[in-house]
Protein backbone atom coordinates (compact mmCIF):
# COMPACT_ATOMS: atom_id res chain seq x y z
CA UNK A 1 0.00 0.00 0.00
CA UNK A 2 2.39 2.17 0.84
CA UNK A 3 4.53 1.54 -2.38
CA UNK A 4 1.49 2.60 -4.39
CA UNK A 5 0.91 5.83 -2.45
CA UNK A 6 4.15 6.68 -2.68
CA UNK A 7 4.60 6.11 -6.36
CA UNK A 8 0.94 7.66 -7.71
CA UNK A 9 1.91 10.66 -4.62
CA UNK A 10 2.95 13.40 -7.27
CA UNK A 11 0.52 12.82 -10.06
CA UNK A 12 -2.62 12.74 -6.60
CA UNK A 13 -1.07 16.06 -5.89
CA UNK A 14 -0.32 17.51 -9.16
CA UNK A 15 -3.96 16.22 -10.43
CA UNK A 16 -5.87 18.23 -7.82
CA UNK A 17 -4.03 21.22 -7.69
CA UNK A 18 -4.53 22.02 -11.18
CA UNK A 19 -8.38 21.20 -10.89
CA UNK A 20 -8.68 23.26 -7.75
CA UNK A 21 -6.77 26.22 -9.23
CA UNK A 22 -8.65 26.10 -12.87
CA UNK A 23 -11.64 26.00 -10.94
CA UNK A 24 -11.14 28.87 -8.48
CA UNK A 25 -9.90 30.90 -11.21
CA UNK A 26 -13.20 30.70 -13.36
CA UNK A 27 -14.67 31.38 -10.41
CA UNK A 28 -13.11 34.59 -9.43
CA UNK A 29 -13.55 35.44 -12.73
CA UNK A 30 -17.31 34.88 -12.31
CA UNK A 31 -18.08 36.31 -9.08
CA UNK A 32 -14.79 38.54 -8.05
CA UNK A 33 -15.12 39.59 -4.41
CA UNK A 34 -12.91 42.61 -4.72
CA UNK A 35 -11.72 44.63 -7.91
CA UNK A 36 -8.12 43.99 -8.56
CA UNK A 37 -5.67 47.21 -8.28
CA UNK A 38 -2.94 45.18 -10.26
CA UNK A 39 -3.63 43.31 -13.54
CA UNK A 40 -3.03 39.36 -13.40
CA UNK A 41 -0.53 39.56 -16.48
CA UNK A 42 1.93 41.62 -13.86
CA UNK A 43 0.78 39.47 -11.19
CA UNK A 44 0.15 35.97 -11.81
CA UNK A 45 3.69 34.93 -13.66
CA UNK A 46 5.45 35.33 -10.67
CA UNK A 47 3.47 33.61 -8.27
CA UNK A 48 2.61 30.59 -10.03
CA UNK A 49 6.33 31.05 -11.20
CA UNK A 50 7.55 31.05 -7.81
CA UNK A 51 5.20 27.52 -6.99
CA UNK A 52 6.79 25.84 -10.04
CA UNK A 53 10.11 26.88 -8.40
CA UNK A 54 8.96 25.74 -5.03
CA UNK A 55 7.79 22.24 -6.27
CA UNK A 56 11.09 21.56 -8.67
CA UNK A 57 13.39 22.26 -5.55
CA UNK A 58 11.29 19.92 -2.99
CA UNK A 59 11.11 17.20 -5.56
CA UNK A 60 15.22 17.83 -6.23
CA UNK A 61 15.72 18.06 -2.26
CA UNK A 62 13.34 15.36 -1.01
CA UNK A 63 11.97 13.37 -3.95
CA UNK A 64 9.82 11.23 -1.06
CA UNK A 65 8.95 14.02 1.00
CA UNK A 66 7.12 13.66 3.83
CA UNK A 67 4.86 10.49 2.41
CA UNK A 68 8.37 8.71 1.86
CA UNK A 69 9.36 9.63 5.69
CA UNK A 70 5.79 8.49 6.98
CA UNK A 71 6.51 5.10 4.82
CA UNK A 72 10.00 5.18 5.88
CA UNK A 73 8.86 5.32 9.85
CA UNK A 74 6.54 3.02 9.77
CA UNK A 75 8.86 0.02 8.79
CA UNK A 76 10.66 0.69 11.10
CA UNK A 77 8.16 1.03 13.46
CA UNK A 78 9.14 4.75 14.36
CA UNK A 79 6.31 7.09 15.71
CA UNK A 80 3.66 7.10 18.12
CA UNK A 81 0.89 5.97 16.20
CA UNK A 82 3.62 3.46 14.89
CA UNK A 83 3.99 1.75 18.58
CA UNK A 84 0.28 2.25 19.85
CA UNK A 85 -2.44 0.15 19.06
CA UNK A 86 -4.95 2.34 16.90
CA UNK A 87 -7.57 1.90 14.69
CA UNK A 88 -6.18 3.55 11.07
CA UNK A 89 -8.90 5.32 10.95
CA UNK A 90 -8.49 6.89 13.90
CA UNK A 91 -4.70 7.32 13.74
CA UNK A 92 -5.51 8.96 10.07
CA UNK A 93 -7.70 11.66 11.78
CA UNK A 94 -5.64 12.35 14.14
CA UNK A 95 -2.91 13.09 12.46
CA UNK A 96 -4.83 15.44 10.07
CA UNK A 97 -5.97 17.81 12.93
CA UNK A 98 -2.49 17.37 14.61
CA UNK A 99 -0.47 18.53 11.15
CA UNK A 100 -3.38 21.77 10.98
CA UNK A 101 -2.53 23.02 14.66
CA UNK A 102 1.35 22.44 13.72
CA UNK A 103 0.90 24.59 10.44
CA UNK A 104 -1.24 27.34 12.69
CA UNK A 105 1.19 27.33 15.12
CA UNK A 106 4.20 27.26 12.58
CA UNK A 107 2.59 30.57 10.78
CA UNK A 108 1.86 32.05 14.25
CA UNK A 109 6.36 31.41 14.52
CA UNK A 110 6.40 33.34 11.05
CA UNK A 111 4.84 36.41 11.95
CA UNK A 112 6.29 37.01 15.56
CA UNK A 113 10.00 36.16 14.93
CA UNK A 114 11.96 38.15 12.58
CA UNK A 115 14.33 35.92 10.94
CA UNK A 116 10.87 34.01 9.97
CA UNK A 117 9.06 36.76 9.44
CA UNK A 118 11.25 37.90 6.83
CA UNK A 119 11.06 35.10 4.73
CA UNK A 120 7.43 34.83 5.16
CA UNK A 121 6.65 38.60 4.30
CA UNK A 122 7.41 38.34 0.70
CA UNK A 123 3.81 36.33 0.96
CA UNK A 124 2.00 39.36 2.63
CA UNK A 125 3.80 41.48 -0.08
CA UNK A 126 1.04 41.02 -2.81
CA UNK A 127 -0.76 44.08 -3.77
CA UNK A 128 -3.73 41.68 -4.53
CA UNK A 129 -4.90 38.76 -2.52
CA UNK A 130 -6.11 36.17 -5.06
CA UNK A 131 -5.95 32.18 -5.67
CA UNK A 132 -2.42 32.67 -6.94
CA UNK A 133 -1.25 34.04 -3.71
CA UNK A 134 -2.29 31.05 -2.17
CA UNK A 135 0.96 29.82 -3.70
CA UNK A 136 3.44 32.58 -3.46
CA UNK A 137 5.72 31.78 -0.20
CA UNK A 138 9.25 31.92 -0.62
CA UNK A 139 11.36 28.60 -1.09
CA UNK A 140 13.21 29.04 1.81
CA UNK A 141 10.23 29.13 3.85
CA UNK A 142 8.99 26.10 1.40
CA UNK A 143 12.12 24.24 2.84
CA UNK A 144 12.18 25.20 6.46
CA UNK A 145 8.19 24.06 6.30
CA UNK A 146 9.66 20.78 5.32
CA UNK A 147 11.78 20.56 8.02
CA UNK A 148 9.40 20.62 10.49
CA UNK A 149 6.89 18.68 9.05
CA UNK A 150 9.44 15.54 8.65
CA UNK A 151 9.92 15.69 12.22
CA UNK A 152 5.98 15.81 13.14
CA UNK A 153 5.55 13.03 10.51
CA UNK A 154 8.35 10.76 12.40
CA UNK A 155 7.01 12.08 15.83
CA UNK A 156 3.85 11.07 15.32
CA UNK A 157 4.68 7.73 12.90
CA UNK A 158 1.88 9.32 10.97
CA UNK A 159 0.10 6.88 8.36
CA UNK A 160 1.21 8.00 4.88
CA UNK A 161 -2.54 7.88 4.11
CA UNK A 162 -2.68 10.69 6.31
CA UNK A 163 0.19 12.41 5.24
CA UNK A 164 -1.21 12.35 1.91
CA UNK A 165 -4.60 13.37 2.53
CA UNK A 166 -3.24 16.63 4.33
CA UNK A 167 -1.18 17.67 1.91
CA UNK A 168 -3.82 17.46 -0.71
CA UNK A 169 -6.07 19.32 1.99
CA UNK A 170 -3.55 22.03 2.91
CA UNK A 171 -2.90 22.95 -1.09
CA UNK A 172 -6.87 23.15 -1.67
CA UNK A 173 -7.67 24.80 1.46
CA UNK A 174 -5.17 27.85 0.68
CA UNK A 175 -6.02 28.33 -2.51
CA UNK A 176 -9.70 28.18 -1.53
CA UNK A 177 -9.15 30.74 1.29
CA UNK A 178 -7.14 33.21 -0.33
CA UNK A 179 -9.61 32.98 -3.43
CA UNK A 180 -10.86 36.66 -4.39
CA UNK A 181 -14.58 35.15 -4.02
CA UNK A 182 -17.56 36.32 -3.64
CA UNK A 183 -19.74 34.00 -1.02
CA UNK A 184 -23.28 35.04 0.25
CA UNK A 185 -22.93 36.34 3.63
CA UNK A 186 -24.50 33.70 5.23
CA UNK A 187 -23.07 30.53 3.38
CA UNK A 188 -19.45 32.50 4.81
CA UNK A 189 -20.78 32.46 8.40
CA UNK A 190 -21.64 28.70 8.16
CA UNK A 191 -18.67 27.38 6.81
CA UNK A 192 -16.23 29.28 9.21
CA UNK A 193 -17.45 27.56 11.47
CA UNK A 194 -15.38 25.08 10.29
CA UNK A 195 -13.35 26.13 7.47
CA UNK A 196 -11.00 29.02 6.98
CA UNK A 197 -13.13 31.43 4.69
CA UNK A 198 -11.83 33.91 1.67
CA UNK A 199 -13.42 36.53 3.93
CA UNK A 200 -11.77 35.05 7.10
CA UNK A 201 -9.00 34.94 5.34
CA UNK A 202 -8.74 38.44 3.63
CA UNK A 203 -8.12 39.88 7.09
CA UNK A 204 -4.74 38.51 7.51
CA UNK A 205 -3.47 40.22 3.95
CA UNK A 206 -4.30 43.65 5.31
CA UNK A 207 -1.83 46.30 5.89
CA UNK A 208 -2.47 47.13 9.70
CA UNK A 209 -0.07 45.14 11.78
CA UNK A 210 -2.98 43.34 14.54
CA UNK A 211 -4.70 42.62 11.52
CA UNK A 212 -2.12 40.69 9.75
CA UNK A 213 -1.61 39.26 13.15
CA UNK A 214 -4.61 37.48 13.20
CA UNK A 215 -6.38 34.80 10.86
CA UNK A 216 -3.22 32.36 11.36
CA UNK A 217 -5.35 28.74 10.31
CA UNK A 218 -5.06 27.56 6.73
CA UNK A 219 -7.88 24.81 7.06
CA UNK A 220 -9.67 24.44 10.42
CA UNK A 221 -11.12 27.50 11.95
CA UNK A 222 -10.95 26.69 15.26
CA UNK A 223 -7.64 27.13 16.36
CA UNK A 224 -7.79 30.85 16.06
CA UNK A 225 -10.99 30.76 18.23
CA UNK A 226 -8.97 28.66 20.43
CA UNK A 227 -6.29 30.60 20.75
CA UNK A 228 -7.43 34.22 20.54
CA UNK A 229 -6.21 35.47 17.20
CA UNK A 230 -9.80 34.96 15.57
CA UNK A 231 -10.41 38.52 13.77
CA UNK A 232 -14.63 38.70 12.51
CA UNK A 233 -13.54 41.42 9.62
CA UNK A 234 -11.28 44.11 8.51
CA UNK A 235 -12.03 47.89 10.00
CA UNK A 236 -11.41 49.19 6.81
CA UNK A 237 -14.17 46.71 5.11
CA UNK A 238 -13.26 44.21 2.12
CA UNK A 239 -13.80 46.46 -0.16
CA UNK A 240 -11.98 49.47 1.23
CA UNK A 241 -9.37 47.79 2.87
CA UNK A 242 -5.29 47.86 1.85
CA UNK A 243 -3.85 44.37 0.70
CA UNK A 244 -0.15 43.97 1.66
CA UNK A 245 2.84 45.76 3.39
CA UNK A 246 3.60 49.20 3.60
CA UNK A 247 7.00 48.92 3.31
CA UNK A 248 6.41 47.51 -0.29
CA UNK A 249 3.82 48.97 -2.68
CA UNK A 250 6.08 49.22 -5.88
CA UNK A 251 4.38 47.23 -8.13
CA UNK A 252 8.05 46.18 -9.82
CA UNK A 253 7.88 44.27 -6.16
CA UNK A 254 5.79 42.11 -8.18
CA UNK A 255 8.51 40.57 -10.39
CA UNK A 256 9.91 36.80 -9.35
CA UNK A 257 13.64 38.23 -9.08
CA UNK A 258 12.85 40.76 -6.42
CA UNK A 259 10.33 38.65 -5.00
CA UNK A 260 13.12 35.75 -4.13
CA UNK A 261 15.74 39.01 -3.03
CA UNK A 262 12.82 40.46 -0.62
CA UNK A 263 14.42 38.90 2.85
CA UNK A 264 17.29 40.50 2.03
CA UNK A 265 15.69 43.89 2.38
CA UNK A 266 15.40 46.01 4.82
CA UNK A 267 11.76 46.75 6.51
CA UNK A 268 10.82 50.27 8.40
CA UNK A 269 7.58 50.17 9.17
CA UNK A 270 6.03 53.42 9.07
CA UNK A 271 3.71 55.56 11.23
CA UNK A 272 0.70 54.76 9.61
CA UNK A 273 0.80 51.23 10.40
CA UNK A 274 0.46 49.81 13.79
CA UNK A 275 3.59 48.10 15.07
CA UNK A 276 4.03 44.54 15.19
CA UNK A 277 5.83 42.65 18.19
CA UNK A 278 8.24 41.17 16.18
CA UNK A 279 11.01 38.78 18.38
CA UNK A 280 14.42 39.73 17.25
Request: overall charge neutral; some cysteine; charged content about 20%.
Amino acid sequence: MGDLILAHEPAIRLAVYLGILGLLMGAEMLAPRRALGQGRLRRWPANLGVAVLNTLLLRLVAPGAAVGVAIWASAHEIGLFNMAAAPGWLAVALCVLAFDLLIYGQHVAFHRIAPLWRLHRMHHADLDIDVTTGARFHPAEILLSLGIKLIAVLALGAPAVSVLLFEVLLNATSMFNHANLALPGRVDRVLRRLLVTPDMHRVHHSWHRDETDSNFGFSLSWWDRVFGTYRDQPRDGHQGMTIGLADFRDPADLRLDRMLLQPLRAENVPSSQESGGKVV
